[in-house]
């Protein structure tokens, strides 16, 4: 099973670029974030015209995520975090999809630091924490996959001197992400590739393609069960060389058949 995550950053304006990376990667299941669009004008159609089912959870102009699965409905089960009632942020959304629990986030962005849209990053990973919590204790496959808005370590991002006070950097947001893998998440990109300098994100400004000046914010996190079921974790960074690309590369990971019990 290939399961991927991207950063779509505006599907309408980039539908092209989403249906033909689909064509070619073929992805059982994709998490997709900052659809920047209301779920009245989600491109549906054409999304299942590519053959795959669909769940979303949109906002106008702002953020939004949805779960695609190859030829069958995802079967959500979850919309929103609790915590905060008056958050109307469309960050995350959950979906059963081949027997595998999907839950596909955006985590806020959090600059500039210091400040109220900081203190909102850190609120909502605590949420997500308790989140990934319960979903540890169902004992279900799972599957947390987004832009996480963060760096994990220096390995992480390409001058990591120069980002200690940026909300994707600071040390309260690497020592939650520290936290949630503790609870018995697998970094799957990590895990496969750990001394290795991976990307999925160059901005737009200061020629950072070109140069590779690269950050790693999308990440996988895998429940242990999911974690030895772990064959393969890349970055189709290829894609971030298309014309009117997003400013993320899709991440993906493929999984082994489960081991079926004997009777």
Not at 135 to 144: E, Q, R, T
Request: charged letters at 30%; proline letters at 6%; hydrophobic letters at 40%.
């Amino acid at each position: 099973m290939k399961i991927a995550t991207f950063n779509i950053n505006g599907i309408n304006g980039r539908l092209d670029l989403l249906l033909r990376w689909l064509g070619e990667a073929e992805p059982d299941a994709v998490c997709l974030q900052e659809l920047k669009s209301p779920n009245v004008k989600f491109p549906r159609r054409a999304v299942e015209a590519a053959g795959y089912g669909v769940v979303f959870h949109g906002q106008k102009s702002w953020n939004g995520v949805a779960i695609l699965a190859r030829g069958q409905e995802p079967i959500e089960t979850h919309r929103g975090l609790a915590g905060e009632e008056d958050d109307v942020q469309s960050r995350y959304i959950e979906a059963a999809v081949n027997g595998v629990l999907i839950g596909c986030l955006y985590l806020p962005n959090g600059n500039p630091y210091p400040g109220t849209k900081f203190d909102y990053k850190l609120r909502w990973f605590e949420r997500l924490k308790a989140r990934a919590s319960e979903l540890l204790a169902s004992g279900a496959p799972v599957v947390l996959a987004g832009d996480y808005n963060v760096m994990p370590t220096d390995l992480d991002v390409y001058a990591p001197e120069r980002w200690r006070d940026d909300a994707l950097f600071r040390i309260e947001v690497r020592e939650a992400f520290a936290d949630l893998e503790g609870q018995g998440w697998t970094d799957a990109v990590r895990h496969l590739h750990p001394d290795e300098t991976i990307y999925t994100f160059w901005d737009y400004k200061r020629q950072r393609w070109p140069r590779d000046a690269g950050l790693r914010i999308d990440h996988l996190l895998l429940t242990p069960d999911l974690a030895k079921r772990l064959k393969r974790a890349e970055v189709d960074r290829h894609v971030r060389g298309w014309e009117g690309t997003s400013d993320h590369a899709p991440v993906w990971i493929e999984l082994t058949e489960p081991k079926r019990t004997k009777k």
